[in-house]
């Protein structure tokens, strides 16, 4: 493992008069040692904002995961199995794609052993990093396994670049899955239009993704929105679920660089989750573009660990 480890944020409240039921996050999880551990779920942050700033957004998602970790502390757990902290992968020197390959390795590692990881982001190039982890993993385990990108997003990231950035991780990919004969299937859902250009949108069809817009992605609408959802995981084996921040209101998640004007309520984001979780598919996650120094009140914080315990518990 590359990963720098630091237990010092998993503090907070204890109920000792309540018992072995009462614990919290921050009294279940565990440094992940690798000494005979039984498989859980492992946590395993990027602390890296290069890709924001190679892509002129504003800097501060590499604190994420350390902000992400003090919201989860205090939450209660709920769950039987076990917790660990991988700790960090950090981008250092700016070479963003040095720290891609230290947390590809990473996820993979965690995944042959038996773990469920979740990276906390920092910049939406995690996404590159987590898939390539999880596709070198199954190309051992399962090289036949449909490999399916589920990302709730206001931005496709398919960007063109000279340089990758956190808006081309999907582009990215797309060209991963073509030199290696493989299908692309990529679903982003609270795409928004304005905040993507037309070359964008031609670039999606092109590539066959499945989306559903921003204004689309209402209580009112959720019968098309789960069953686009339940169509293209029936498309899949294996899913890599990836959730941009930016992908809410701006009102409940204003510490990422791109607020949304619109976005998608957190209540319709959890129900979401919570049919990907019950689709058995999930093999991989990560929470990107928590952008503490933009937080109002840790409001994006408290959102990101609300969705976190939403798909872990």
Excluded at 64 to 84: C, E, I, K, Q, V
Excluded at 139 to 155: K, M, Q, S, T, Y
Aim: glycine residues 8%; charged residues 20%; hydrophobic residues 40%.
């Amino acid at each position: 493992m590359h990963a720098h480890l630091n237990m010092t944020p998993w503090q907070g409240r204890i109920d000792a008069g309540e018992g072995s039921g009462a614990r919290r996050w921050h009294q279940w999880v565990q440094p992940l040692d690798h000494a005979q551990q039984p498989p859980g779920v492992a946590l395993l942050g990027f602390a890296c904002d290069e890709g924001v700033q190679r892509n002129q957004g504003r800097p501060g998602a590499c604190e994420g995961p350390l902000a992400l970790r003090r919201a989860l502390a205090n939450l209660a757990w709920h769950a039987p199995h076990a917790l660990y902290d991988a700790g960090d992968v950090r981008c250092e020197d700016a070479d963003l794609e040095q720290a891609q390959q230290r947390f590809a390795a990473d996820i993979r590692h965690l995944l042959d052993a038996g773990h469920l990881p979740l990276g906390l982001g920092g910049g939406h190039e995690i996404a590159f990093a987590s898939y390539s982890g999880l596709a070198d993993h199954l190309a051992e385990h399962a090289p036949e396994a449909r490999i399916g990108i589920l990302n709730f997003d206001a931005h496709f990231d398919l960007r063109h670049a000279e340089r990758a950035s956190s808006g081309t991780p999907f582009r990215q990919i797309a060209e991963r899955c073509a030199r290696q004969g493989q299908p692309f299937h990529y679903c982003c859902l609270g795409v928004s239009r304005p905040n993507n250009t037309a070359a964008l949108f031609a670039e999606a069809e092109r590539l066959e993704v499945r989306y559903l817009l921003d204004h689309q992605m209402h209580a009112g609408n959720q019968a098309q929105i789960e069953q686009t959802l339940e169509r293209f995981l029936g498309e899949i084996d294996q899913l890599y679920l990836t959730l941009c921040l930016d992908v809410l209101p701006a009102a409940q998640a204003p510490g990422v660089s791109a607020p949304s004007a619109h976005g998608v309520e957190l209540a319709l984001v959890e129900r979401l989750l919570r049919l990907v979780k019950a689709s058995g598919k999930l093999r991989l996650a990560d929470i990107a573009e928590l952008n503490p120094r933009l937080d109002i009140d840790a409001h994006t914080a408290r959102c990101a660990a609300r969705l976190a315990a939403c798909l872990l518990e």
